[in-house]
């Protein structure tokens, strides 16, 4: 699919249908899908765990995904979604569950991540993405110490 149709799909949906569209071209290893998600805005950032630094603006992100997807899609399941939303802008808090191949078999990997959405012209699209490693065991939801003050 082009990333101008792409985009076109994209134009009515909410921020729930771009996360799915995301996910999906992360899971297909679709960089057009996955960057037809992102806004064009140069000031775009993506985190990604144990990353040295971050990325952006659109075209290093691209070049990181298309890396990072070069020898397939990635095997991602979200779960645990927290959602903010205001007229034009929204942020998601999400477990990310990662199957991770190693010689000594499949591993999953929890990895934290916000995913923070803008309406633009052109549609809701992701402007930010951080993605920090959980501990393993954790299931990656604490509620806050509750203190009573009387």
Partial sequence: MKRSSTRAALLA?????VE??????????DVERLMAC????????CIHPGSAARVVGVGAIR?????MLERGGLDVRVSDIVR????????????????VRLPD???????????????TPQGWRIVAHHASTGKPGDGGTHAAPVHVLH
Avoid at 13 to 17: A, L, M, R, T
Avoid at 105 to 119: D, I, S
């Fill in 38 to 45: 992102w806004s064009d805005d140069d000031d775009v950032f």
């Fill in 13 to 17: 949906g909410s921020p729930e249908e």
């Fill in 105 to 119: 078999g499949p591993h999953e990997a929890l990895v934290f991540a916000t995913n923070v959405y803008q309406k």
């Fill in 84 to 99: 903010m939303q205001a007229l034009t802008s929204a942020v998601h808090s999400v477990v990310e569950h990662v199957l």
């Fill in 63 to 67: 070049e990181v995904f298309t890396a």
């Fill in 20 to 29: 799915t569209a995301f996910y999906e071209a992360l899971q297909s290893a």
